[in-house]
Antibody, heavy 121, light 109 residues
């Protein structure tokens, strides 16, 4: 069965960087984009960006451009999200999710368990 | 960027029908997806492409999309349906293509 297992919670300081991993199994890793979605405490869902595991191509929400780097390691079926220049309002649970549907109208069908990133001085 | 509007809360008695709306400009031209999220858990896809149910989602969950409003309908509501529900679309021409509504908290009375 499809599984996405994310790395553990992180506590970090303003201005620092954080890198979250998303290890996948149960499907062909290079066949489906991986998306990242975040959720601030008590708030709704926010799309962050996506990576094409086959090509390494990325797409980022404009508000994160310049601060976010999405990568993947096909040898271990794992995607990564690195966020730099952290601010207190980056405190959130970050989810990875696989893309379903066709590329022009994707949905997110399998999700990781989430990784809480806390930014605090 | 494209905006999706959901009412913050909806309440319904067990056994009744819940209708959760998602408003957006000419949303009928888009493919709307719906997710359910309970506290402390990851979202779960409950409807895709307006009305298709993924494997394991009960037939009580159905969807429609017309004009400026998409609707998730939950028939014969159960206590276990209590959760936050989010609609989502993909705006491929936008600088923020992945768009979620603000979410609706469904309370089962």
């Amino acid at each position: 069965q499809v599984q996405l297992v994310q790395s553990g919670a992180e506590v970090t300081k303003p201005g620092a960087s954080v890198k979250v991993s998303c290890k996948t199994s149960g499907y062909t890793f290079t066949g489906y984009h991986i998306h990242w979605v975040r959720q601030a405490p008590g708030q709704g869902l926010e799309w962050v960006g996506s990576v094409n595991p086959y090509s390494g191509g990325t797409e980022y929400a404009q508000k994160f451009r310049g601060r976010i780097i999405l990568t993947r390691d096909t040898s271990i079926s794992t995607a990564y999200m690195e966020l730099t220049g952290l601010r207190s309002d980056d405190t959130a649970t970050y989810y990875c999710a696989t893309e379903g549907g066709v590329p022009s109208v994707p949905y997110f069908d399998y999700w990781g368990q989430g990784t809480l990133v806390t930014v605090s001085s | 960027s494209y905006v999706l509007t959901q009412p913050p809360s909806v309440s319904v008695a067990p056994g009744q029908t819940a209708r959760l709306t998602c408003g957006g400009s000419n949303i009928e031209s888009k493919s709307v997806n719906w997710y359910r999220q309970t506290p402390g858990q990851a979202p779960v896809l409950v409807l895709c492409d307006n009305s298709d149910r993924p494997s394991g989602i009960p037939e009580r969950f159905s969807g429609s999309n017309s004009g400026n409003t998409a609707t998730l309908t939950i028939s014969r509501v159960e206590a276990g349906d209590e959760a936050a529900y989010y609609c989502q679309v993909w705006e491929s021409t936008s600088d923020h293509p992945g768009v979620f509504g603000g979410g609706t908290k469904l309370t089962v009375l």
